[in-house]
């Protein structure tokens, strides 16, 4: 689709090429007249280029928008006329120029496109109306004319109307502009502005700190004191630089270098951060011990000159134009990237190992609106003291937007356009700045580098004059949130005691994005002793660490504050998160669960399936509370618009193949999970459980079949010297070369192998031995087994002495599992139900492979299997299975999503009671399809039409067989239409 075809669909572009040619008239009676060139840049503005972009689309006037066209944006060289935003993100940057000034001075585009760099924003524009010059921000030039992506003559506007279309609001929100720069893609670009910093800073760190460590022998420095000491001094040096260009101070780091004395720069250092001390009396500047360490001036000027600019000089840093998000995004890859090998790493990250990322900054809005809001229409009077927690809180950005949000709320929604400056000191005063955040701003991380980066930010937040800046020890914590008593952690909190300004420790809201991993994943067992002991309530063992923090919120917010979370959606569906879910019904009224799903992906370097809830602190819950559900199912679009489009819709009853938007009272929710399903799901469901009885035992419901795990080896393979070796499992090779009893082997089926209805069996065995087995009868498996001896016996379960080395490490269940030979076996994960039927007791499994056993023999086991293989239950166990990382070929050779099928997720699927000829039509075709299986898989190897054949007659009765499954369970195309 062209351009002009796109942008069309929803705008009226004749009236646009009307209202152009006008403006192009207008220009040409002007340039008759002889008064072009004396238009002032003001006027040009004003009679020429707000006039175009109007006319393109934008609320230049902001009449429905709080900031779509913000003016004057101030950098450190001046300003940037205007800001081009849609739902608060920056589109490009424009530099406007009078006609007598033209454009074509590579200083003019350079102060365009470092702003939009420095605020990770990749459009710049310069234009006097006569000429546009459209600027890649992010390619990698030293010269303005070779970042250049286009530049259009006024003449040309019409002619070349879909080039100007790019710039129209409509074309932004396309992203055509973008989809247009794929042409630069041979151009070398620069890293966006956050991995730019992120790269930078590390490599400052690394420096500093080898370089202390060398001048500093004398002093016996601990690795922490060097560790706090760099990472302070990079602090104080990005505080200097902010207020440098915010022209709150004049350049002071620059003249440093220049300074033709003889004292060494680290000593000069000193003296500035005693005159910042003077000046804004904060902790940042206080006395520490940064400032009498020795360190080379060859080493302090590479840090100096690289806070202004990269090495090779294509990129200068604008400390005015990088807000809080940026510097937040990178702050928290920072954070990740600092390792007691203190080296230069962009892969490696010990946040996102323990389930910390960077929030989106139109989630973190989302979240503070939806909960800041919320309080401050039940508590009007309240705002200006309201106290709010992230207690998990990283580098900020969750405060830093609430800080912010407050601040517009006191200024007004009447004037949001002046609140932006209002926030850089041309509005409100600064000291009323402060009381905000010291009245209102708290938050705990266990990281101290965390807590000192968040403190950093905040300071920056409101540095826009010479004065004293607030102390925030008692505002931003460091400890570990959940744990209260000493004796489990080092780090332990008291709300009560800690925050004391904060009456009983308990606050308004709460929000954040806590850490999410599982506590088997840990190994400090004094913390999970904590855990215990703080929440016996919630505690298995086997908990993800953010269920208790949903829990804590529960314990310091105020009866009737609100908690705001982005977490993974486990919590939903998860078996060891019901008693989390029993605590929140019993204790919150919830607001909202927004569900994310398996295909929206909500953070930009992670797999994670994420949800969002939003509750409210009430002891006595109405048992009438109705729960706003939003549940996505896919998103054809950008994250951004899914937020609008959640804004717009999240009190509406919608249905499509995207989303589903619906109200359900609060008491609805099973403890069992929350599979957030509509009422028309659930009626559809309730009528497939009609009749029909649980293929597994089921909330007391007995079921028709057993569901077993099979057992585990505990070392099917090992590697020794970055060698493999296999030891229970083996391969025929092996098994060959080592002339392995057969008697003692058994053939081993792994997930991998299943396939909807046949087998694909690649000749792998277990070696079977239990208590049973005589193992001096098979000397070639001992001598086997016994070379890997000091690994077997490191295994758990021998250490707790419950059988001799040489034995497979858990039969759990063998005995059942062997008990009879027909059996439906099933793949733990998989992206389609895959059912497949054996007869035979000699086939052992894999843990990740689950077994059916029929007990009600009213059931022809081939009829259930043919029913589990069906469409309809393919939709039933997506519907209430949980998504896994990873995707995998279906049967039809699309690449889906994989799920599990846990014993959770397949006991409850019904299987319904039928008649024994409707059994028979189902379970002869399933037959007849295993044995069309069998015949493709004898002629695999072979390019044949026959093989085509069969694939037909294969998905030919598979169709028949959905069909009758159909049929059976009396569900129209409407009801099919409703699982999906």
């Given amino acids: 689709m062209s351009i002009i075809s796109e942008v069309g669909l929803s705008i009226d572009l004749d009236k646009m090429k009307k209202e152009i040619q006008e403006l192009i008239d207008k220009y040409e009676r ?6 072009i060139d004396s238009l002032k840049e003001e006027e040009t503005k004003k009679d020429f280029i707000i006039p175009l972009f109007e006319i393109l689309g934008w609320d230049v006037y902001n009449k429905k928008s709080d900031n779509e066209v913000s003016a004057e944006e101030k950098t450190s060289k001046g300003f940037v006329d205007h800001g081009f935003r849609i739902n608060d993100i920056p589109q490009f940057f424009l530099e406007a120029k009078s006609f007598k000034a033209g454009v074509d001075r590579d200083d003019f585009a350079f102060q365009a496109i470092n702003y939009s760099y420095n605020k990770g924003t990749t459009w710049a524009v310069l234009t006097n109306f006569r000429k546009i010059r459209i600027f890649n921000a992010q390619v990698k030039e030293k010269l303005a004319s070779s970042a250049q992506f286009f530049t259009l003559e006024y003449s040309k506007f019409l002619t070349n109307f879909d080039q100007l279309l790019l710039l129209s609001r409509e074309g932004m929100k396309l992203k055509l502009l973008d989809k247009q720069a794929e042409k630069w893609g041979k151009k070398i670009r620069k890293s966006p502005i956050d991995k730019q910093l992120l790269f930078d800073l590390t490599n400052f760190r690394s420096i500093l700190s080898t370089n202390i460590k060398k001048n500093n022998k004398d002093k016996n420095l601990s690795h922490e004191e060097i560790e706090e000491s760099v990472q302070k001094i990079l602090d104080r040096l990005i505080f200097i630089r902010t207020v440098e260009d915010r022209e709150v101070e004049p350049p002071i780091l620059k003249p440093l270098i220049l300074e033709n004395n003889k004292d060494k720069l680290w000593i000069k250092l000193s003296g500035v951060y005693k005159e910042f001390d003077d000046v804004y009396d904060s902790t940042l500047f206080a006395s520490h011990l940064c400032s009498t360490l020795v360190i080379s001036d060859q080493t302090l000027e590479e840090v100096i000159r690289g806070l202004y600019e990269t090495i090779d000089k294509t990129i200068q840093y604008d400390f005015a134009a990088i807000n809080a998000d940026v510097l937040g995004s990178m702050y928290e890859q920072y954070l990740g990237h600092i390792s007691k090998k203190i080296k230069v790493s962009l892969n490696s990250s010990k946040r996102k190992e323990h389930g910390i990322y960077y929030t989106p900054t139109y989630v973190v809005d989302y979240i503070v609106k939806n909960t800041v809001d919320r309080y401050i229409k039940e508590n009007p009077t309240k705002y200006k003291k309201m106290t709010i927690i992230d207690p998990a809180c990283g580098s900020g950005s969750f405060l830093l937007r609430a800080l912010d949000h407050l601040l517009l709320l006191d200024i007004g929604i009447d004037k949001r356009q002046s609140a932006k400056d209002s926030m850089y000191g041309k509005g409100m005063i600064s000291t009323e700045r402060m009381q905000y955040m010291k009245n209102c701003i708290h938050g705990v991380d266990l990281d101290p580098q965390a807590v000192e980066i968040t403190q950093l930010n905040l300071m920056l937040r409101v540095a826009e004059k010479k004065e004293r800046l607030p102390t925030l020890r008692s505002n931003i914590k460091e400890g570990n949130s959940l744990i209260s008593d000493s004796t489990y952690s080092k780090n332990n909190l008291d709300w009560a005691s800690d925050f004391e300004s904060v009456p009983n420790g308990k606050f308004d809201v ?23 002991e703080g929440f016996p309530e919630m505690y298995t063992g086997q908990n993800d660490i953010l269920y208790f923090f949903y829990a804590l919120g529960t314990r310091i917010l105020k009866e009737g504050g609100y908690l705001g979370f982005i977490t993974s959606r486990y919590l939903l569906e998860a078996d060891f998160a019901k008693s989390l879910r029993i605590h929140l019904k019993e204790n919150t009224e919830i607001v909202q669960i ?17 949800c969002i809830i939003i509750y409210k602190n009430i002891v006595n819950p109405k048992q009438e509370n109705i729960v706003d559900i939003i ?23 919608i249905k499509n193949e995207q989303i589903e938007v619906f109200q359900k009272p609060q008491k609805q929710l099973s403890d069992h999970k929350w599979t957030l399903q509509s009422e028309e799901s659930r009626s559809t469901i309730s009528k497939l459980e009609k009749n029909s009885k649980p293929l597994g035992e089921f909330e007391g419901k007995k079921g028709i079949c057993k569901v077993f795990k099979s057992l585990e080896s505990g070392l099917d393979q090992t590697k020794i010297n970055e060698v493999n070796y296999e030891v229970f499992r083996v391969t025929e090779k092996t098994i060959q070369e080592k002339d392995l009893e057969r008697e003692a082997l058994r053939p081993l089926i792994k997930n991998g192998m299943i396939r909807r209805y046949t087998l694909n069996y690649t000749n792998e065995y277990l070696i079977f031995t239990t208590d049973e087995t005589k193992i001096d009868k ?9 070379e890997f001896q000091p690994q077997l016996e490191e295994r758990y379960d021998y250490k707790k002495g419950n059988f001799e080395w040489w034995r497979l490490s858990n039969l759990r269940n063998i005995k059942s599992i062997t008990s009879k030979k027909d059996k439906i076996m099933v793949p733990m994960i998989a992206p389609e139900n895959r059912f497949i039927f054996v007869h035979s007791d000699d086939y052992i499994c894999t843990a990740d492979v689950y077994v059916l056993i029929l007990e009600d023999n009213s059931f022809d086991f081939r009829y259930v299997q043919g029913v589990l293989n069906s469409k309809l239950m393919n939709l039933l166990v997506k519907k209430n299975s949980k998504a896994v990382d990873g995707s995998a070929k279906t049967a039809s050779g699309e690449v889906k999503r994989r799920f599990s099928y846990s014993v959770k997720n397949i006991s409850n699927l019904p299987i319904k009671i039928a008649s024994k000829q409707e059994q028979k039509e189902i379970s002869d075709l399933v037959i007849e399809i295993e044995s069309l299986h069998k015949e493709l898989a004898e002629l695999q190897n072979k390019d044949t039409s026959k093989k085509e054949k069969i694939q037909e007659h294969i998905e030919k009765i598979d169709s028949e067989i959905d069909n009758k499954v159909f049929k059976l369970y009396d569900i129209t195309p409407e009801e099919i239409e409703e699982l999906s």
């Fill in 30 to 35: 002007f340039t008759k007249s002889g008064k």
């Fill in 510 to 532: 709460v929000i954040g994005n806590p850490p999410y991993f599982n506590l088997q994943t840990i190994s400090d067992s004094k913390y999970k002793e904590g855990l215990k």
């Fill in 594 to 610: 927004i569900d994310f799903g398996s295909k929206v992906r909500i953070f930009e370097d992670a797999s994670i399936n994420t």
């Fill in 631 to 653: 549940k996505v199912k896919d998103w054809n679009s950008d994250n951004l618009s899914l937020f609008e489009f959640i804004k717009s819709n999240s009190k509406k009853n």
């Fill in 778 to 786: 098979f000397p070639n498996i001992k001598k086997h087994l016994k």
